[in-house]
């Protein structure tokens, strides 16, 4: 839908224009420049009831953001020799099941690139074993490519480094 209309127009064309997916140039884009993952961190030690109401009172961290944007150059300057984003993957690969899910239909690369860093950085502390976390993580992003459309997946591996990802696990993880 045009970003350039006004609200009005744009609800209006929302709901008269639906489809059920983007297509794959969307679906690319709106990966990059608009995707936020969005955390409420409350105090740990609550219990699902008592943190819904500190929720509700306010008094929890809701401005925590990892955008598709960030993450994406954060992860590019990690395969030109920067630093891994571990700490943004484990955001990721520590949500709940349902919201890896829901980022891998929005955003895939996102959810198949913090396995892959996590998995590489695993080989550093466990070494490379077919049966070890390092591997399991890197077959469960294997996994996850499986899940997204292939135009889809083609579209997104042009803009984030998927296959940079796969070759240095491959050439880290010898035998």
């Not at 140039?25 to 409350?42: D, H, K, M, P, Q």
């Not at 609550?46 to 929720?55: R, S, T």
């Not at 944007?69 to 954060?74: A, G, I, P």
Request: with cysteine; aromatic share 10%.
């Amino acid at each position: 839908m045009p970003s350039h209309l006004p609200l009005s127009w744009a609800f209006l064309l929302s709901a008269t224009w639906s489809r059920t997916l983007p297509d794959k140039n969307e679906l690319a884009n709106a990966c990059y420049f608009t995707y936020r993952v969005g955390y409420v961190i409350c105090d740990a030690s609550l219990g699902p009831e008592a943190a819904q109401k500190e929720m509700e009172a306010g008094r929890c961290n809701a401005d925590f953001r990892l955008m598709g944007s960030d993450f994406q150059r954060l992860v590019l300057k990690h395969y030109m020799e920067g630093r891994p984003p571990l700490e943004e993957a484990m955001w990721l690969l520590t949500s709940s099941e349902n919201f890896q899910t829901r980022t891998l239909s929005e955003c895939p690369p996102m959810q198949i690139l913090a396995n892959m860093l996590y998995g590489e950085a695993l080989l550093y502390l466990d070494g490379p074993s077919r049966d070890g976390e390092s591997a399991m993580l890197v077959a469960q992003a294997i996994e996850q490519t499986k899940r997204v459309q292939p135009e889809v997946l083609n579209a997104l591996a042009r803009t984030w480094p998927l296959d940079m990802a796969t070759h240095r696990f491959q050439d880290r993880h010898v035998f």
